[in-house]
């Protein structure tokens, strides 16, 4: 491809048909109007028969036999800030961005689908990971909106931030079409997330007692790299192995599935990872509690800077005991394994 | 690919015939419609389907123009080689079989009867048609390891012969920041309207003229920005990739080996782009380029071989200077439309108007030889300036000249593309005080479709046809002393695809 074109600037000086001239081209003249209009005109021909063809081909080899219904496109809409999404205005960036994966019916059925891990999310049954809502309640707009500009890590979800705002808002109200969910049920309600206090190697301490607490360490491994007692047996929601997040790897640029603030991860393990093994705390957690965790689960990702391995550092790299100075009027007898490690 | 030499217009009724005969293909086309196409080696790597990078492939959509600028990753944790399944191959084979017509005005020798020594000769026009086939590209790219990368593409003209289009090695996102990325070897400059992913086909339409117009008689070969060039290229862009820039450093050499052409001569293309968000139109990009640098206008020669005289590889001297400079502009009125607009201002040092600089002969059928036995052949022949103390004819000036592309692209689907392009390129200033105002000028034409039958990661398939009219002012003097255009044409049809 690409040879030099300044043999085409000059080429009719040389054709390499000299030897011809149109004199005894004459008596073909009649012949060769013929051949000059059949020629493209049966070429042509063929090949559109053989489109079609190719087409019924590739359709017998679906498991589904038949035309496929056309997708409704129902007049779903979202809202993100002072910009109006249609999805009407999303089905031709659906098609040519998203449907390879999740599928033209939003069923994660796209012909990609079967060689990626994880799977692709499946818009009929509306669950989704990412969420600033509770728990089994429907993300807003806004937490879509930056799962497609943020993209997913560990997945093969880019980060569509190419889009303009609005294209990504159309998007968004696109793939409410493909579940009843949107037409029933509103948005859950954002969770409040407090300041964060300031980082101490207390709340580091008191973090890292949460997360043998709470068995974080069964999935997660005791120093956060995916390898934990459970580690192999975990499934999502629809029985496709997963694995659990690993802190341990990539440097400064490390994200994780939706985020890679502080309160993103605060947002992570209060909500929940929906369609996962991953809980939500927000019922057993105390918003400081939660900060202290989010401290600790920073001293995990150990090739990464951060302000959180700044104060472990200075402390020489220990987490000292946690020292509970408010401790339950009851005896507590549940200790946890793995606390202090 | 492309390369495939100039034609003319039908005559009337086969032209009606043709038309509507490709009318009709059209419409059984896309009611045939079920379900576009990429690098099979990108695409299989990712997961996705050609249509997320490309608006049309080859062409790239800005998905695609960040997946190449961050050095063909998707800056995600699998980037690194070591995520894919060892039988990976990072390869895609792309040949396109094609039929095509060709028209154009040819010098044909006369004969009287009984007399075999041609008697003179008359400019007639020589149209032919027939099967035909493209060059064989290897793709290869992808990443070394996470934010080192690379692409080779060795391809072959349609008899087979192989040179090295692109091989180059880049190391990106220096300390973990998009604006620093590094490139070095043989690559396509930074267009923002690229030649070499272009949606044309046919021999004057597959190339953009403004990226390689030269004067008549011009012998400055190195400011063609359409060919793929030696050098060294910074680039950096925003982490959405709607703020571009690029700086490169270039040998003067127009990218052919060994130094025949060139040496000692350095070249600069730097680039400047940006992107606005406008809601449901689109990114609208705007941004400028200047490509500027010297180039030798002297060679010393060895006639010592009997072959005549040859360039003595890295001898050239007697720099002189040019300058190629513009604006780019790439205009969305929604998913379905788009307008690609280059213009330029281009000016060679009065030496290369006089044909000094050019010591690259081609051997009359298109191809580099690095002699020329017959110097009085004329264009085919190099422009030898191997005279010491050579003096510019009284009155030699810099050439310089204007040039404007147009392309205009109607998405149907991201599987059916239909496309035009109109260019025109016009002399300012001749070289030569006297000669005919518009000699060289070129108005180009273009129209046609692409239609990928199924859309896949896997492969890309995609019928086309195209018609090109390409008119040169380098015909006689006309009454009011311009030069009258002369028009090649090209109709082709094919099948490309890659796998």
Known sequence: ?341 | MRMWAQSHLCQKPQRVSSVLAAAFALILLILSSHSASALPAFARKYGLRCSACHESWPALNNFGLKFRDNGYQLMNERDSPIWQNPGYWPVTFRITPIWHRLSSLNQVDTYTPGNLAPTGSVTQRISSSGFDLSGLDFHTGGTLEKNISFYVLPSSDPTGAFHFESVNARIDNIAGSPWLNIRLGRFELNNLLSEKRTLWLTGNGGIYQTYHFIPVGDGNIFGQMGDNQFGLEYMGHSVDDKTRVSAALLSSNDGNVNLITGANSYSGFFTFDQGFDTGKLGVQRVGAYAFVGEAATYYLTNSSGGTGAVPIPGSGIGNKGFSRVGFYGQFYLGPHFDLNVVTQHGEDNAYFGQGYGDAIATDGNGGATATCSNPANGPTCPFLNNTPGTTLPTGSRSPTWNGYTFEARYVYSPQLIFKAVYEAERMSQQATPGTASNLGNINNYSIGYRYNPFMTSRAGFAYFGEFNLFQDAVGPLNSSNKATYQNTSELLFGIDFDF
């Open chain 1, 1 to 341: 491809m690409g040879m030099n074109p300044l043999a085409t600037r000059f080429a009719s000086a040389d054709f390499g048909l000299r030897v011809l001239t149109m004199n005894s081209l004459k008596p073909m003249r009649f012949i060769s109007a013929i051949l000059f209009t059949a020629i493209p005109c049966t070429a042509i021909l063929v090949l559109t028969f053989a489109a079609g063809f190719t087409a019924r081909a590739s359709a017998q080899d679906e498991p589904l036999v038949g035309p496929k219904p056309p997708v409704v496109v129902k007049p779903m809409v979202s809202h993100i800030g002072n910009i109006t999404g249609h999805a009407a205005d999303g089905k031709y960036d659906y098609r040519r961005y998203c449907a390879g994966c999740h599928g033209d019916y939003g069923d994660s059925n796209g012909e990609n689908a079967v060689w990626l891990d994880p799977k692709p999310r499946d818009f009929t049954i509306a669950t989704f990971k990412c969420r600033s809502t509770l728990t089994g309640t429907l993300p807003t707009d806004e937490d879509l909106f930056n799962t497609i500009g943020r993209g997913v890590t560990n997945s093969n979800m880019p980060i569509w931030n190419t889009f303009t705002k609005q294209e990504r808002a159309d998007l968004v109200a696109y793939i409410k079409i493909f579940s009843p969910r949107w037409e029933k049920e509103k948005a859950g309600t954002p969770i409040t997330i407090p300041a964060e206090p300031p980082v101490t190697i207390e709340s580091i301490s008191h973090g890292q007692a949460l997360f043998a607490k709470l068995e974080c360490w069964k999935c997660h491994g005791t120093h956060g790299e995916g390898d934990g007692p459970s580690a192999s047996t975990l499934t999502d929601s629809k029985d496709n192995p997963i694995r659990p997040y690993n802190f341990a790897l990539g440097g400064n640029d490390s994200r994780f599935k939706c985020g890679s603030t502080n309160q993103d991860i605060y947002k992570i393990f209060m909500t929940g990872v929906d369609g996962t093994p991953m809980p939500s705390f927000a019922d057993v957690i105390q918003p400081n509690d939660a900060w202290d965790l989010v401290h600790f689960l920073r001293t995990l990702q150990v090739h990464r800077h951060s302000k959180e391995n700044e104060v472990l550092m200075a402390a020489h790299g220990v987490i000292p005991p946690y020292v509970d100075k408010n401790p339950p009027p009851a005896a507590d007898t549940n200790k946890a394994p793995g606390g202090g490690q």
